[in-house]
């Protein structure tokens, strides 16, 4: 069993490095789909020993290329800023969920950290494809392929954020298996600043406009607070709610 990496990017020269040595130390092969970035993004990820290719376009659309020049038997959908750990491993399923570290520093690592604490605990009801948190990276290449092409064209030029989660979508449609979790499977780095993830959010609601009218709608409209918590933990989980939700509300609806 073969598995490739897919990691797009664009400007990504100060985190890059990690997860493609990373994976090299894993996976078969690590495909860097870069959007043509103007620092050192793609000298690095060369030298650490990825396949870089360079397209225009979208985060899905790099992601579905990264897809097509794979070889392997599973393509992983990684970002520049996740490293695998040794938990990585174990694959029964065709769907994969990677349950996911939170590192870091500062209040924001500590507050998705906590999000994620309380989602990876109630992993079952998260998994579900609208309402639930964990999305899954791994997939096999095949059935990733037949859900690409069911996804509209003008989303796969547009759509920056959230593409994760239809791709989810387009892949439930086809398949009728098991998705497996593999907790802690993943780091994922969380360093930005305060403002920086609240600017991030933002873009987040203005990229999600792009989902209106269409059958995707309801991933928007569903997925709110973790499904599955206590109230105890609702209330832990208003926090990291609110400080995602209302940049994210502001500029899917301004």
């Known amino acids: 069993m073969k598995v490739s990496v897919v990691i797009p990017t664009l400007n990504n020269e100060n985190t890059i490095a990690i997860p493609v040595s990373s994976a090299l130390g894993i996976a078969d092969e690590v495909i860097v789909v870069d959007s043509f970035s103007t620092d050192n993004t793609v000298k690095i990820a060369e030298k650490e020993g990825a396949k870089v290719i360079q397209v225009r376009g979208s985060r899905l659309i790099a992601r579905i290329e990264g897809a097509k020049s794979a070889s392997g038997d599973y393509v992983v959908n ?14 029964e399923e065709n769907v994969i969920a990677l349950g996911e570290i939170t590192v ?134 208003i926090i990291p709610t609110l400080i995602k939700g209302i940049p994210f509300l502001f500029g899917y609806y301004l």
């Open 78 to 91: 990684l970002d520049s800023d996740m490293y695998f750990s040794e938990n990585f491993k174990g694959f």
């Open 104 to 237: 870091g520093r500062g209040i924001i690592k500590k507050i998705i950290s906590l999000d994620r604490e309380m989602m990876h605990k109630q992993w079952k009801d998260n998994l579900h494809v609208t309402r639930g948190g964990i999305i899954p990276r791994m997939y096999d290449r095949q059935l990733l392929l037949k859900a690409y092409e069911n996804i509209p064209s003008n989303l796969r030029e547009n759509l920056n954020a959230f593409e994760d989660s239809i791709i989810y979508y387009e892949v439930l449609k086809i398949y009728k298996g098991n998705v497996q979790l593999i907790l802690n499977a993943v780091y994922h780095i969380e360093d930005d600043p305060f403002f920086s993830f609240i600017k991030k959010w933002y873009r987040y609601g203005r990229n999600a406009k792009l989902l209106k009218g269409t059958e995707y709608e309801k991933i928007i409209y569903q997925r709110k607070m973790r499904p599955g918590l206590t109230t105890k933990e609702k209330v832990k989980a």
